[in-house]
């Protein structure tokens, strides 16, 4: 059974940053995609960043561009997320996912495109 556990939120104000993890088990990755997306109160789950495992090619939003990295550790099955400056508009639930198999571009940020999901963990930006 595929298993992706997300921790590192909080509280942090605006301007600063944090960094997200994503434990994932249950299966070889070396040939899915994982993404990032996010969701706030009454707005749909959002597109933030995906990465080829094997290839480690990454994908943007253009609205954390420049800001978020997305990365991950190959031998550990673990996926991260470095946000930076953010802002309060970056406020949501973010979740990991991963697809079973690669997903071809630009589908990556299409939530129907991975089949396991993690349950998500709070990121809040004050102002």
């Known amino acids: 059974q595929v298993r992706m556990v997300e921790s590192g939120g909080g509280l942090v104000q605006a301007g600063g940053s944090l960094r997200l993890s994503c434990a994932a088990s249950?299966?070889?990755?070396?040939?899915?995609?994982m993404g990032w997306f996010r969701q706030a109160p009454g707005k749909e789950r959002d597109f933030v960043a995906a990465?080829?495992?094997?290839?480690?090619?990454?994908f943007y939003s253009d609205s954390v561009k420049g800001r978020f990295t997305v990365s991950r550790d190959y031998d550990k099955n673990t996926l991260f997320l470095q946000m930076n400056m953010l802002i309060p508009e970056d406020t949501a639930v973010y979740y990991c996912?991963?697809?079973?198999?690669?997903?071809?571009?630009?589908?990556?940020?299409?939530?129907?495109?991975?089949?396991?999901w993690g349950r998500g963990t709070q990121v809040t930006v004050s102002s």
């Open positions: 990465i080829r495992w094997y290839s480690g090619d990454t």
């Open positions: 996912a991963t697809s079973f198999g690669r997903i071809q571009s630009p589908l990556y940020a299409r939530t129907s495109e991975y089949d396991a």
């Open positions: 249950g299966r070889s990755f070396s040939g899915d995609t």
